[in-house]
Nanobody
Framework: VQLQASGGGLVQAGGSLRLSCAASGRTFSSLNVGWFRQVPGKEREFVAAIVRGGGYTNYADSVKGRFTISRDNAKNTAYLQMNTLKPEDTAVYYC????????????????????WGQGTLVTVSS
């Protein structure tokens, strides 16, 4: 499976961005999808995840109420709508896909994912 993340950029605090994660190479609807982010010198941090059918989602506390994960299996694409952005949201954002069983705790662990995209940089200025 190949994942292509896009949509990052520079935005002012309080603004919005929508990230996309386009998948190819395997039936996208059979995969759970997660978004993670990373800043230099820190570990990759869980942001949000969505089950293969789209019926369940999970969010990090730091983004709950501001970010929304969604997916369109017909387009083989997942999204991360990010609103009310803060400078501390600045990071490289990665999408990842998982073949396993949906579990809210398991989906927060980067090492549980099978496929990764290349990352897209989000910079939030104050």
């Amino acid at each position: 499976v190949q994942l292509q993340a896009s949509g990052g950029g520079l935005v002012q605090a309080g603004g919005s961005l929508r990230l996309s994660c386009a998948a190819s190479g395997r039936t996208f609807s059979s995969l759970n999808v997660g978004w993670f982010r990373q800043v230099p010198g820190k570990e990759r941090e869980f942001v949000a995840a969505i089950v293969r059918g789209g019926g369940y989602t999970n969010y990090a506390d730091s983004v709950k109420g501001r970010f929304t994960i969604s997916r369109d299996n017909a387009k083989n694409t997942a999204y991360l709508q990010m609103n009310t952005l803060k400078p501390e949201d600045t990071a490289v954002y990665y999408c990842a896909a998982d073949q396993g069983v949906w579990n809210v705790v398991r989906m927060t662990k980067p090492n549980k994912y099978d496929y990764w995209g290349q990352g897209t940089l989000v910079t939030v200025s104050s």
